[in-house]
């Protein structure tokens, strides 16, 4: 596979989730970034914004196993992951396997769930494998977690540890349509037939596991220069040095970053990184592993307009 069967695959996955999304454009280019980064993401947005609706889409349209975990405060490790289970018939345990074994896992209202239980995650995601009872199971090559949370409610919901936000590739704002989108969601889903039931939109798997492997290989392939490397450092390191932030990006920020620009060229059809590349991804790849300092968050600052001035401000390579 080449970098322009990527962008075609890319484009082919777009079309099969507009069947049921209106708009949300940014919102499938950063979930598709990160499925060919290798990476994970966190949308975080009001209810009613259609997060949960277009992770089903977008696992429809990718033909792979798809899981779903609806986090609630009395929700247990086990749960997740799964345990092993003593089968009294037979004398023996029996392996019993959680949600959490599939190839894209929707963890809805992430953020309604105990520390304790979150940390289940941890392994998953960074290691695509869990371990209970000694034993290590694999998730697979193609692992991914698309997360959802609710900004607006505080009530029973427990924040997302730094360990845990880290290992997230992304973290994108899910914003509320324009009119004209408003206009198209109310003619395309105020009819009378159910509008979650996705099966209705004819969504079409446009890809396979042996398909995604290949993509993430070819991805692995898109040359990084020296010169983007050096920028992508430089951003980092400026988290770090930035009177505004308490807490700068970790080196793990950095590899992530140039990950996903990788696989925004080769979404764009090309074989090789570009600042804007770079540029386009900070944001989202930024704002959730820093951490504003007490005059910053005094002053009302926003951390996307910091790590935004923190772009402007680094010299791009040429």
Do not use: W
């Not at 450092?233 to 590899?255: F, K, N, Y």
């Amino acid at each position: 596979m080449n970098v322009d069967e990527v962008k075609a695959l890319a484009n082919a996955i777009r079309e099969e989730v507009a069947k049921a999304i209106t708009g949300q454009r940014d919102t499938v280019d950063l979930m598709l970034t990160a499925l060919f980064a290798g990476g994970h993401i966190l949308l975080e947005g009001p209810p009613g914004t259609a997060k949960t609706m277009t992770a089903r889409c977008f696992a429809q349209a990718l033909g792979v196993a798809y899981g779903r975990i609806q986090f609630t405060p009395d929700l247990m490790p086990g749960d997740i992951v799964g345990a092993n289970i003593y089968n009294f018939q037979s004398g023996q345990f029996t392996l019993t396997r959680g949600p959490i074994f599939c190839d894209l896992l929707l963890a809805d209202e992430i953020n309604r769930t105990p520390p304790k239980t979150q940390a289940a995650l941890l392994e998953a995601m960074q290691e695509h494998a869990v371990t209970f009872d000694g034993t290590t199971h694999s998730l697979g090559r193609n692992f991914m977690v698309v997360a959802t949370q609710n900004p607006i409610e505080h009530q029973g919901v427990y924040p997302l540890p730094e360990a845990q936000l880290d290992r997230f590739l992304f973290k994108h704002r899910v914003s509320y349509p324009d009119l004209r989108e408003e206009r198209a969601i109310i003619i395309h889903h105020g009819g009378g037939s159910a509008s979650h039931d996705i099966e209705q939109y004819g969504i079409k798997a446009r890809t396979d596991r042996k398909t995604l492997e290949a993509a993430l290989a070819t991805v692995g392939e898109v040359t990084l220069v020296d010169d983007i490397v050096g920028y992508i450092a430089a951003l980092v390191r400026g988290t770090r040095e930035s009177p505004d932030l308490e807490v700068g990006a970790s080196p793990r920020a950095g590899a992530m970053l140039a990950r996903a620009a990788r696989a925004r060229a080769a979404l764009d059809g090309r074989s090789y990184v570009i600042p804007d590349d770079v540029k386009a991804l900070a944001v989202p790849a930024l704002r959730h592993r820093v951490v504003l300092s007490p005059a910053a968050q005094i002053d009302g600052r926003l951390v996307e307009q910091i790590v935004s001035d923190l772009v402007d401000h680094t010299e791009a390579p040429r």
